[in-house]
């Protein structure tokens, strides 16, 4: 069975004060691994999408990074309005696991001015 | 690009009713997935559909619940007896897959389920 955790579950951060959040997976083949943003009361936000180990992508003041076991989202210097849920989830290959994303229970920054 | 549309968006029914949501993709996308999400977790998969064809269904959906995209465009999602546990966002989501790799799911708001 698939398996997402995300960590810490929760991250206060002064302004400009840069962050690294966790996602550690287990997965039957990896198709690829997501990362969204969600803000209160509404939907997830697609960010990233990262298929093998090594790869990065990156967004304004975000990065994310994959290895074979984990992926970081890393933040450089937040600002408030990157307060947000970060959820982590993974697509797994193979004939059972159809086209759906398991994800962790994300985590919740703060970023305080 | 309008998004994906879910109505409503917040829903108060008494334990025992049923109830139905429905569900706008993106007009361009061929897969539309359901999604449930409890506060302080992650969304849950419930089923998804490409075109008009259920494709897979979680554990979790009950017999209670059913989904439908006729013709492979709007799509409903109908709750049976609901029951407080049933208490939920949920979520709907929709992507387009050209070749071997899925384009990402593009969420909906959702709907606020709340049974009393």
């Known amino acids: 069975e698939d398996q997402v955790t995300q960590s810490p579950e929760a991250l206060r951060l002064q302004e400009g004060e840069s962050s690294s959040l966790n996602c550690s997976y287990t997965?039957?083949?990896?198709?690829?691994l997501f990362w969204y943003r969600q803000d209160p009361g509404k939907g997830p936000e697609f960010l990233f999408t990262?298929?093998?180990a090594g790869e990065e992508k990156e967004k304004e003041r975000l990065k994310a990074t994959l290895t074979k076991k984990e992926s970081f989202l890393h933040i450089t210097a937040p600002k408030p309005e990157d307060s947000a849920t970060y959820l982590c989830?993974?697509?797994?290959?193979?004939?059972?696991?159809?086209?759906?994303?398991?994800f962790g229970e994300g985590t919740q920054l703060t970023v305080n001015p | 690009d309008t998004g994906v549309s879910q109505d409503p968006r917040h829903k108060i029914t008494k334990r025992g009713q049923n109830v139905t949501f429905r569900c706008d993709p993106i007009?361009?996308?061929?897969?539309l997935y359901w999604y449930r999400q409890t506060l302080g977790q992650g969304p849950e998969f419930l089923t998804y559909?490409?075109?008009?064809?259920?494709?897979?269904k979680s554990r979790l959906l009950s017999d209670r619940f059913s989904a439908e995209r006729p013709k492979g465009s709007f799509s409903t999602l109908e709750i049976q007896r609901t029951e407080q546990g049933d208490s939920a966002m949920y979520l709907c989501?929709?992507?387009?897959?050209?070749?071997?790799?899925?384009?990402?799911?593009?969420f909906g708001n959702g709907t606020r389920l709340t049974v009393t």
């Open positions: 989501a929709s992507s387009y897959r050209p070749g071997r790799y899925n384009s990402p799911l593009h």
């Open positions: 997965v039957s083949g990896l198709r690829g």
């Open positions: 990262l298929y093998s």
């Open positions: 989830a993974v697509q797994a290959g193979g004939e059972t696991s159809g086209s759906r994303l398991t």
């Open positions: 007009s361009e996308h061929n897969r």
């Open positions: 559909f490409q075109n008009e064809a259920q494709l897979e």
